[in-house]
């Protein structure tokens, strides 16, 4: 597959809180020029571009005197509050120089998860861009309650600006997704740290090798890191998005990425996800986990197989019929789907036979359809 950005017409720029912001945290203005000034050039050749910025926390904290990240939600959701005002005032002036106008829009994991509202979302995005806007795109930090998606026991969607980015760009089925950050690139080791370490310029496929050196705690203002990041270019490379990672405090650092000059750039999987498989991978909530047996797990790994009850050993977490669940294979997540019956109902057919579950509830004995089923690779650690 050949990197062709002529051909490319819907771009989706993320910029980080670290590219955003100087030292102290407050909004640094010539770095969101730059920036700026690249996706207008871009609109100006004709191609839509949507914006996923972070940055409204670390500048309200700045706003209202704060050093350090504070701790309570409550003072997080105030300093976004505070400092979403002036990212999107700044933003707006910054475009309107080139004669473009920007569109705030706030998003929350419920907002991908409820069936409704990410078909509203979509729907305002494309109006945006058919109006030659911009939309600015951020999390709702002001109104986001990640915790008690926790102590639910249901993984959310996205973590971060950098997932939130990569669920737009798949989701929108944009060509390329640049990811901005502080470095140039995808380093062998942290740059900060290893004077010595490499640039990668080009990653066909991420591996456990190449995570294991991207994790590492995020910054003091931001939530995100290269770990992040790094799941975000996954996310995106699977539904066949190509994503270019690169130092956005880099004049013209936008068109030099669309001539491969910068950045580290990642290929797309040669086989993409379908639209129904990346709801099921990306944009629902895990709600629980089964465990199978081995016989299930290479009924579902090499033949393709539907999930039986008569595989099932165990059930974690309270889940209803129709939510996503993750199926377990040792302690590896190797699988993903939407599931026929609930937590209750699952405890009661586990490693019963066909004829077992028709007496007992008088349905199927397919825990999960093989087409609502997706492989994830090598398989994931549980947990």
Known sequence: MEFDASKFRLIVVKAGTNVLTDENGVLDYHAMERITDGISALCKQGKSVVLVTSGAIASGMARLGMKDRPKEISVQQACAAVGQAALMNAYDQLFSKHGILTAQVLLTNDDFVIKERYLDTMRTLQELLRAKAVPVINENDVVSHRELSKSENRQAVFDDNDELSALVASKMRASLLILLTDVDGLYDSNPKKNHGSSLIRRVDEIGPQMELVAAGKPSASGRGGMKTKLSAAKMATASGVWVAMANGKKAGIIASVLAQKEGTLFYPAKTSLSGKEQWIVFASRISGSIQVNARACEAILEKGASLLAVGVVSASGKFERGEVVDIICGAKSV???????????????????????RKLLG????????EYLVLLGKGEDDG
């Open 335 to 357: 699988a993903r789907g939407k599931i026929n019956y609930s937590s209750a109902e699952l405890s009661s057919i586990a490693g019963k036979k066909s004829e077992e579950i």
């Open 363 to 370: 349905r199927s004995d397919e825990v999960i359809e093989r």
